[in-house]
């Protein structure tokens, strides 16, 4: 599976954005696909998750309410909607997929095997 991550920039506190990881090379809805970001200075963390078409939804307690991640399979495309941002959104956000992914490694980078290149999202206070 070949992950292509597009849609950061620069945006204002409070502001939207929409990221887009676009999926080649398998069945896309047969995996789970998930983002995670990495700040600088820090270590890469796990934003949110979808697992396969029609399944649950994950997110780290820091964007609830506030992301939404959603899948559009016939595009094989997942999509991270952003809201009401904050200068601690401020990372390089990337895209990964996994086969078999179960719940309790849902948050785990290393279950991940296939990732994108990131995409960089800046929130300005």
């Known amino acids: 599976v070949q992950l292509q991550a597009s849609g950061g920039g620069l945006v204002q506190a409070g502001g939207s954005l929409r990221l887009s990881c676009a999926a080649s090379?398998?069945?896309?809805?047969?995996?789970?696909v998930g983002w995670f970001r990495q700040a600088p200075g820090k270590e890469r963390e796990f934003v949110a998750t979808?697992?396969?078409?029609?399944?649950?939804?994950y997110y780290a307690d820091s964007v609830k309410g506030r992301f939404t991640i959603s899948r559009d399979n016939a595009k094989n495309t997942v999509y991270l909607q952003m809201n009401s941002l904050k200068p601690e959104d401020t990372a390089v956000y990337s895209c990964a997929a996994a086969s078999g992914l179960i719940s309790s490694s849902v948050t785990n980078e290393a279950a991940y095997k296939y990732w994108g290149q990131g995409t960089l999202v800046t929130v300005s206070s």
């Open positions: 090379g398998r069945t896309f809805s047969n995996y789970a």
């Open positions: 979808s697992r396969r078409a029609g399944g649950s939804t």
